[in-house]
């Protein structure tokens, strides 16, 4: 469903009662009783799942699954798959300046693309009563799973052209992704860089947010908006690059204090984050979650651009019993 999504972040701005928008998607396995193998390889199974947590959860928006092995899947990545975790991307897909130069942008639509594409042109026909938002990965976050999380490190240093290679083919890619979740129907986009945040502020400045800023100039508009998370512990000190990518809102994971974070951002800028979701939501119990999400949007009480939310994807077998008491607690926060 088409919506003015400048308009939605206004209204989410003004509200005096803000509903918590969380990066939740993967639990619905639990009440569908289906695996993580099935839903990630069954377009209907993802549509029902976002229908049923949008059904079951008074959530800002409907935010569609946070599978960041789908990209790096289409370049060639192996992807290891099991039945009750997220899939994680094995070894690495490019190792020289050679490799890098030969490397195939792959076509939008290729290995599993078209299924998740194909899953938010269906939610959007379901969920009319909210925004949807689609799951992409960031371009340095994507590059980091060609070239493996640890070599990048030391490539940014000693092959920053072949970084830059791969983060060109990444970005290009990225930008023809979201063009399709956008023609599906989807309101915006979740775009996951977590990587970046294991960054020097200076090297982020380079590798990571002049591709992010590419992507975000090439597909935002009034209707398309771009949400950039980043879960790193770094996220404070490179806060100017962040923002110079222009991203319309912007996620925050828990290993950062969020009001530190919010004393960096313009308050007419919406801010999520950051309730811990492995800690808290996924190993903690009804009582704990309820303290936790308390505490979180106590610390950010006048910050009128924050919305809580998790700190990032919410894992699959998490108790639905500690989710409710997230919801418990945001709606508790509000009736003080």
Same mark, same amino acid.
């Given at each position: 469903m088409e919506r003015n999504m400048r308009l939605w972040l206004e209204d989410l701005l003004k509200a005096t009662?803000?509903?918590?928008?969380?990066?939740?998607? $993967?639990? *619905?396995?639990q009440p569908m009783g289906v695996t993580v193998r099935e839903l990630i390889s069954d377009s209907e199974l993802q549509a029902r799942a976002m229908e049923l947590i949008a059904r079951r959860t008074d959530?800002?928006?409907s935010v569609s699954l946070m599978d960041l092995s789908v990209e790096a899947e289409c370049f060639g990545a192996t992807v290891r798959v099991t039945e009750g975790e997220v899939p994680t991307v094995a070894g690495s897909t490019v190792s020289t300046e050679e490799e890098a130069a030969a490397l195939e942008?792959?076509?939008?639509? #290729? &290995?599993? %693309?078209?299924?998740?594409?194909? *899953?938010?042109?269906?939610?959007? =026909?379901?969920? %009319?009563?909210?925004?949807? $938002?689609?799951?992409?990965?960031?371009?340095? #976050?994507?590059?980091?799973?060609?070239?493996?999380? %640890?070599?990048?490190?030391?490539? &940014?240093?000693?092959?920053?052209d072949m970084v830059h290679t791969v983060l060109?083919?990444?970005?290009? $890619?990225?930008?023809?992704? &979201?063009?399709?979740?956008? *023609?599906?129907?989807?309101?915006g986009v979740m775009m996951a860089e977590p990587v970046t945040g294991l960054l020097s502020p200076s090297l982020a400045g380079e590798f990571s947010a002049p591709f992010?800023?590419?992507?975000?100039?090439?597909?935002?508009?009034? #209707?398309?908006?771009?949400?950039?998370?980043? &879960? =790193?512990?770094?996220?404070? #000190?490179?806060?100017d690059s962040i923002l110079d990518t222009g991203s319309a809102?912007?996620? $925050?994971?828990?290993?950062?204090?969020?009001?530190? *974070?919010?004393?960096?951002?313009? =308050?007419? %800028?919406?801010?999520?984050?950051?309730?811990?979701?492995?800690?808290?939501l996924f190993g903690g119990t009804p009582g704990s979650v309820r303290a936790a999400t308390l505490n979180v949007m106590e610390s950010c009480r006048g910050h009128n651009n924050f919305v809580v939310s998790s700190g990032c994807d919410i894992p699959p077998l998490t108790s639905w019993d500690n989710i409710d008491a997230f919801f418990g607690a945001v709606e508790e926060f509000y009736a003080q």
């Open positions: 009662v803000k509903k918590a928008m969380p990066i939740l998607s $993967f639990p *619905a396995i959530a800002a928006a942008i792959p076509q939008v639509g #290729s &290995c599993r %693309t078209g299924l998740y594409i194909d *899953a938010i042109r269906k939610a959007v =026909g379901r969920i %009319t009563d909210r925004p949807v $938002f689609a799951g992409v990965i960031g371009p340095f #976050s994507l590059a980091a799973r060609l070239l493996d999380v %640890t070599e990048i490190m030391i490539d &940014c240093y000693d092959e920053p060109d083919k990444a970005a290009g $890619f990225l930008i023809e992704y &979201c063009k399709a979740y956008k *023609a599906a129907g989807a309101n992010v800023k590419r992507i975000v100039e090439a597909v935002q508009d009034d #209707s398309f908006i771009v949400i950039y998370h980043n &879960c =790193g512990g770094n996220v404070i #000190s490179m806060m809102a912007y996620h $925050f994971g828990n290993a950062i204090h969020m009001p530190d *974070a919010l004393a960096k951002i313009p =308050g007419d %800028t919406v801010v999520m984050g950051n309730v811990d979701p492995a800690g808290e």
